[in-house]
Every structure is written in structure tokens, then in C-alpha cells.
């Protein structure tokens, strides 16, 4: 087990007893530069964005020279040109298609789109179709949303158009022919396009004639998870919004060719409430469109996450590309400002880490602050030189951590984030700050990937169909690896106990139905001490996931447990000290323990595989709080869990995210240096840190050098019994290893 506190020198020790290959430094290997296949269709060889997203003054303001300049210098292959929906870029022939204020008789988007494909540089143009101007409304009152009493459903004085409407079925498929016959793009990007979030509904005429056809239902009253009614509708609006993905693409193939497609933007955080089947239309795209410009809670590790999970939910050689912003976001947003170039760096070698095609995406076409097109540039570049290692590879990771968008809304429903998000995010967070790459898998395709399985997290997945409860189990009883944490695999399709208790069974374990300590959210107030409770380590006897606290017998815990019986096949590892007051200080001590109450149970099952339950929810806690010693349970969980198998260690200061990659006879190892990056506020400064020694499995190669791509120098490489050492001097923002 490894310990967290101290960095220990065996495996550095180990490497300087192994005999030695090539280690001389020098310049990079020779490179056989990947060719794109003329054979192979537009939405697999554009490895490179770019978006200017135009403003309504740019038909008579913007560079377009400029821009051209500037998609040559940082190597672009695609552009995404703003051109119709809220605001038209072109001359439409459909009068009620608002046009930019400056438009005039101008057709900025063939001037720009004619500039891009004169590059060589394929053009998708951008839509944005969720909302329209009062003449439009005037015109087709009936093809707008609308409230309960009637009125129309705003968005600053602009009107939201229902997406069961004929804008939608027919005036947007109209508007995309236009598109195509006039200036063929390779395909649309929409921003927009899933309408109505899932807390608003719309009570139109469409919707009421619709939901009653297709469900014999009046339309739900209110948001009210507890109304069936509501429950079926959130489920409808999916179907909806698939059906109108469906039908932008159904239009843009038959009037544009097989490869013409349409790309609605989405999200890649499963719990965000974005009201679309991500999964489903993950399952549907040739090219992922992701629309996460910037880190948000989870921090900059998010974009390693985003990577992995949109491809593995899809196919896990599609091409990604997201849109990275280079304006300010956060506590407040400035358009037209320039983020650090830190900040905005690290959030796109996070995403290119995670396999992410990168994006720039600047607002407005002038230069008010140039400072922002120096940012790209030099990663992009990068990306150009290195293309060969960053695409058609396989994820090597062993560890998967399970997602699922029913959970999300029929487990998460109105408390998301508490229910669903945080256990995500504590597990996500602690393995990345411990140091083990992962697979973030859709719960649908355990069964798809259980072959690459060493270990298996479900964090708090109660939301589970029998079919998936029975993959599960056979994964378990193969000699599968699992961590499972909370309510997983208790509720059905509509969050409702499911008396379904086979992977219960599976791991000797009974609820009670009782649960213990702070449930949900805790006011945080020292006055209200319902969080003021802790754990209870054992004396002697210590289990190795609590390697790294021999100076303490208790640890803060501050959240809640499920009360759980074992029948002694996974054994208890502490228990439970219940709250007592946090102030005054004097009244801070410990009133009474619960020495039969256990927050974590481990142990081995029938089928040889280990097992590791959290009844305590430390993913949950560490999600909140980040609080080292819950990361430190959670990471030491899995690599106990994992018995010695996970594909590599890694010795040296800081907090180093790991992604790894095979190829044929090549290894890509991602190092990406997120010290200092937890804090709130903007990253602006990065810290080098270092040295380090890498060690990993030789998975069937037989290598001869090690290359820091970043450095631009061989790194030290000692090989054997199937393992390779490599020594890495520094790190200061990212380095790629390229192992051959």
C-alpha cells in the first residue's frame, strides 16, 4: 500500500538495480507523421478547432485576413462559423430570420466560410435556434412556449420556441436546406437547441395534443418528482428532444450527403440537469461537440473526465472537440476580457489529456485585448507536432467509476447535487489527486468494458434496472473487483425502493433502512452541530485502506451512513462516533460512541475478487470539502481493492494527474501538474515540481527509448521483469511520455 504522506524511494531504489536501456538524451525520435486517408470522412481527420464567435457589429468591423493569418499559424483544420438561427450571418430568403444589426446587404458568413475552405480548412456552421424576436412570435404565436396561465416564455425580449413545434419540424429544417444549398458546410453545431430545461414546462397547445397522444396524460401541474405524471414527462421530453436530433440529421444527409451532419452541443457532466439522453446521443455521434468551455466545481481534472467518458459512452476512437473559452468566466463573466492564459492553458491540456480535440474560442472578431490570441497558439502547435501519439490509441486505465443519467434525475432529482454530483466528484477528485487513471464508464456499458475491469466504483448509484444490477453481479462473481458506496442499486426507474437485492446479496450485506448522522444538507452553523461527528479507528488490527493514519485512532467524518448488517464475509474497519456540540469549546467533547455502528466494510468474496462498501458516504464528504483524509480512504480503498494491479505508480511531489494510453508498440503517458490549482479564484502561476519516477507495466512491448514531448529530450529508462522505469526531472505545466 502506498503511503500518502511521505514519499517513499522503493521504487526509485528498484529502478537503479534494473539494467539499463537507452538513456542518452538528444533530440525526438524520428517520427513517421500520420497521413490523413483521403478515404476517411471530414468528422475523423479534424483534429484542430476554431470559433470566432462573431458579434452583430463584426459584418463591418471584423479582420477576416486577420483570422485566415491566424487559423494558418496555430495549424486549424475546422472553423465553426456563426450563420443562422437567434441571429443571421447571411442574406436568408426567410424574412422572420433576424439578421445581425449590421448586416446590411453583406454576407459575412460566405465571406468567412469562402476564407476557411480557401485554407483547406473545413467549415460547420454554427446555430442557434431556441429562441426568437416578437415579429417572428407575432407571426406564429403557436410555435412558442408557453406558461400554465398562457403567457409566452421569455428570455430577455426574446421568445422561447417550443421544440414540439413546426419551427422546430418544419422552419429549422427549412433554414438548414437553405444553409446547405447555398453555401455547403460540412455540418451544424447548435448551440441551443434542447429548449426548455426540465424545471420549466411548456403548456402549449403541441405539447398538451403531444404528451396525450403519446402517453393517454394531461400535462403535469408542477415540478414534483413525487407526481408520476412529472416522472413520465422528464422521460417524453428526452424522447422529444432525440426526436428533433433525429430529424436535423435526417435533414442535413438528405439534402447535404451522408457526411453532412448535424452535431447539437451537449455537456459532459452527467449530473449538470441539461435536459438531454447523453447517452443516447453519445450513442448516435460520429463527433462528439462538447460544450464546456471552462473548469467549474470539479476543477481542472473535469476536462481529463470529460475526455474519457464522451468517447467511452460513444466510440472510443470519435473525435471530441470542445469549446475552450479564452474570455473571463467565473464569479463574474467579462466576454470580451482575456482569461489568464494559465487558467485557460491547463483546462485544455487537461481536455487533450482525456483524449479532447482542442477548441479555441474567442468572443467577438476584433482586438480590444490581443493578449487572449496568445494562449492557443503554442498548444495548439504542440497538438500538431504530436498528433501521431494523440489519437487511435486504447485507454489503459483499470479502474472505471460508474455514471448514470437516471440516477442523476430520478435518484439526484431536486437535490442533485447532494445525491449525485458530490459522490461523483469526491471519487473523480481523489483519484486524480492520488494518482490512479481511470475509466469513467455509463452504468449501460458495464458489461461493454468489464474485459478491461480490474476494479469497479459504483459512487452511490441507486438508481439501477435488474438488467444492470445482473452485469454487475457477474462481473462480481467472475472475480471482479468492486467499491460500492451509499443507496447503490436499491431504487428502480422512478427512484422508488425496487426490493431488488441480489448485488446485496452478492456482497453479504443487508440494509436496515436505517441510516445514521448527516443525511442531505447540514446547516453549517457551529450552533447546529448535526455534521460534528467522526470516525473511530481500531487500536491494533488495522486494515491496510487506513495505511497512512497511525498517529490518530479518530478522523472528522461529517456526513451520514447507511446502517447495513454483514452475515462476515466483509469485515468492518471502524465505526461511528455520533455529533456532539462544536461550540462553545468547552462543551466539545465526546458525549458517546456507536461501537457497533461501521461506516466501511472490506473483504474478499466467494468469487476471489475484494470488496470494499462505504455505509459512510466519505465520496460524498470529499466532493464537498476536499478534505485530505477522506481523499486518502478513497484512494487507499482502490488500490487495495485493486490487489497490485493498476498500471502504474508514480513517486514525486505535488498533485500529478495520470493518463495512460497504449498503441502498437508504444505507450503515451499523460502527466498533467495541477499543484496549486484547487484554490479558488484563477489560476495564474504554474509550479514546477519534480523529480519523478514513473513506473508502469510493459503491456506486452518491448521498449527501447522514452521521449518527453514537452521537454523535447529522451528520458532516463530502465527496463525489467515487465517493468519500466522512467525518471522525469521536472514538470512545470504537462509533460507526454512517448514509451517505444
Same mark, same amino acid.
Given at each position: ?505 452478492? !456482497?453479504? /450485506?443487508?440494509? +436496515? ?6 443525511? =442531505?444538507?447540514? #446547516?453549517?452553523?457551529?450552533? &447546529?452541530? @448535526?455534521?460534528?461527528?467522526? !470516525?473511530? /479507528?481500531?487500536? +491494533? ?6 495505511? =497512512?493514519?497511525? #498517529?490518530?485512532?479518530?478522523? &472528522?467524518? @461529517? ?182
Amino acid at each position: 500500500m502506498k503511503k500518502i504522506f511521505t514519499f517513499i524511494s522503493i521504487i526509485f531504489i528498484a529502478a537503479c538495480c534494473l539494467s539499463s536501456c537507452d538513456t542518452q538524451t538528444g533530440t525526438a525520435p524520428a517520427v513517421d507523421r500520420q497521413k490523413a486517408d483521403t478515404d476517411l470522412p471530414w468528422y475523423k481527420t479534424t483534429y484542430r478547432w476554431a470559433q470566432t464567435n462573431f458579434t452583430e457589429d463584426d459584418p463591418v468591423k471584423a479582420d477576416v485576413e486577420f483570422w485566415r493569418q491566424y487559423w494558418r499559424d496555430s495549424k486549424t483544420q475546422g472553423v465553426i462559423i456563426n450563420c443562422g438561427g437567434i441571429v443571421a450571418y447571411y442574406p436568408s430568403k426567410y424574412d422572420l430570420q433576424y439578421r445581425a444589426q449590421y448586416l446590411g446587404d453583406l454576407d459575412f458568413y460566405k465571406k468567412v466560410s469562402d476564407a476557411a475552405k480557401e485554407e483547406g480548412i473545413v467549415v460547420v456552421a454554427r446555430m442557434d435556434i431556441n429562441r426568437a424576436t416578437k415579429d417572428f412570435f407575432d407571426a406564429h404565436p403557436d410555435w412558442f412556449s408557453r406558461r400554465k396561465n398562457g403567457e409566452p416564455i421569455m428570455s430577455n425580449d426574446r421568445y422561447i420556441s417550443c421544440i414540439n413545434s413546426d419551427y422546430y419540424k418544419v422552419f429549422i429544417p427549412q433554414i438548414l436546406t437553405e444553409i446547405i444549398e447555398k453555401y455547403q458546410p460540412v455540418g451544424f453545431a447548435d448551440n441551443s437547441w434542447k429548449g426548455l430545461e426540465r424545471n420549466t414546462i411548456c403548456y402549449c397547445n403541441h405539447c398538451k395534443t403531444k404528451f396525450k397522444a403519446g402517453r393517454g396524460l394531461n400535462l403535469p401541474e408542477a415540478v414534483s418528482w413525487d407526481d408520476p405524471v412529472y416522472r413520465e414527462w422528464i422521460r417524453w421530453g428526452y424522447e422529444c428532444r432525440m426526436e428533433n436530433w433525429d430529424l436535423f440529421n435526417e435533414v442535413t444527409q438528405r439534402v447535404g450527403g451522408k457526411d453532412c451532419l448535424w452535431f447539437g452541443m451537449i455537456h459532459a457532466d452527467p449530473a449538470s440537469g441539461s435536459f438531454n439522453d447523453l447517452k443516447g446521443i453519445l450513442s448516435r455521434s460520429k463527433m462528439i461537440f462538447n460544450d464546456q468551455q471552462s473548469r467549474s466545481s470539479l476543477g481542472f481534472e473535469q476536462n481529463v473526465v470529460n475526455g474519457a467518458l464522451l468517447r467511452l459512452a460513444s466510440d472510443e476512437q470519435a473525435l471530441a472537440p470542445e469549446s475552450m473559452a479564452n474570455y473571463i468566466s467565473g464569479a463574474r463573466t467579462f466576454r470580451l476580457g482575456t482569461n489568464p492564459k494559465e487558467e485557460t492553458r491547463l483546462w485544455m491540456i487537461a481536455g487533450i489529456a482525456g483524449g479532447i480535440s482542442p477548441w479555441f474560442h474567442f468572443v467577438g472578431g476584433g482586438k480590444n485585448d490581443s493578449r487572449r490570441f496568445d494562449t492557443p497558439m503554442p498548444i495548439f502547435r504542440w497538438h500538431a507536432d504530436n498528433e501521431q501519439y494523440l489519437y487511435n490509441r486504447t485507454d489503459l486505465s483499470n479502474v472505471a467509476v460508474v455514471w448514470s443519467q437516471p440516477n442523476a434525475d430520478f435518484y439526484g432529482q431536486d437535490q442533485v447535487r447532494e445525491r449525485v454530483s458530490l459522490p461523483w466528484k469526491g471519487f473523480c477528485m481523489a483519484l486524480s489527486r492520488y494518482r490512479i487513471p481511470f475509466l469513467p464508464v455509463n452504468v449501460q456499458d458495464i458489461g461493454k468494458y468489464s474485459h478491461r475491469i480490474n476494479t469497479l466504483i459504483l459512487p452511490d448509484i441507486a438508481v439501477m434496472t435488474d438488467q444492470e444490477i445482473d452485469v454487475v453481479c457477474d462481473f462480481v462473481n467472475k472475480g471482479g473487483n468492486i467499491i460500492v458506496t451509499g443507496m447503490t442499486a436499491t431504487l428502480d426507474g422512478d427512484g422508488r425502493p425496487s426490493g431488488n437485492d441480489k448485488l446485496w446479496r452478492a !456482497l453479504g /450485506l443487508a440494509r +436496515t433502512g436505517e441510516t445514521k448522522g448527516a443525511i =442531505g444538507s447540514v #446547516n453549517a452553523s457551529w450552533e &447546529a452541530a @448535526g455534521a460534528h461527528n467522526y !470516525l473511530r /479507528l481500531p487500536k +491494533t488490527d488495522r486494515h491496510e485502506i487506513l495505511t =497512512g493514519f497511525e #498517529n490518530t485512532d479518530m478522523l &472528522a467524518f @461529517g456526513g451520514g451512513l447507511q446502517v447495513v448488517n454483514s452475515n462476515g464475509g466483509l469485515k468492518p474497519l471502524f465505526s461511528y462516533i455520533p455529533p456532539f456540540p462544536i461550540y462553545p469549546p468547552e462543551f466539545s467533547w465526546i458525549r458517546e460512541e456507536e461501537p457497533n455502528t461501521y461506516p466501511l466494510f472490506a473483504g474478499t468474496l466467494p468469487g476471489g475478487g475484494r470488496a470494499v462498501y462505504f455505509a459512510g458516504d466519505i465520496d460524498r464528504c470529499y466532493g464537498r470539502a476536499l478534505l485530505p483524509e477522506h481523499g486518502i480512504l478513497l484512494a487507499n480503498a482502490v488500490e487495495w481493492a485493486s490487489n497490485g494491479k493498476l498500471p502504474l505508480t508514480l513517486e514525486g511531489p505535488g498533485h500529478i494527474d495520470c493518463k495512460l494510453y497504449g498503441q502498437e508498440n508504444r505507450l503515451i503517458l499523460h502527466l498533467i501538474n495541477l499543484t496549486g490549482s484547487n484554490r479558488t479564484g484563477y489560476m495564474d502561476e504554474f509550479v514546477p515540481v519534480g523529480p519523478f519516477t514513473v513506473t508502469l507495466d510493459a503491456q506486452g512491448i518491448k521498449p527501447k527509448s522514452a521521449f518527453m514531448t514537452v521537454q523535447n529530450k529522451r528520458a532516463p529508462m530502465k527496463v525489467q521483469n515487465g517493468k519500466i522505469a522512467v525518471t522525469v526531472d521536472k514538470i512545470t505545466d504537462f509533460e507526454m511520455l512517448v514509451i517505444e
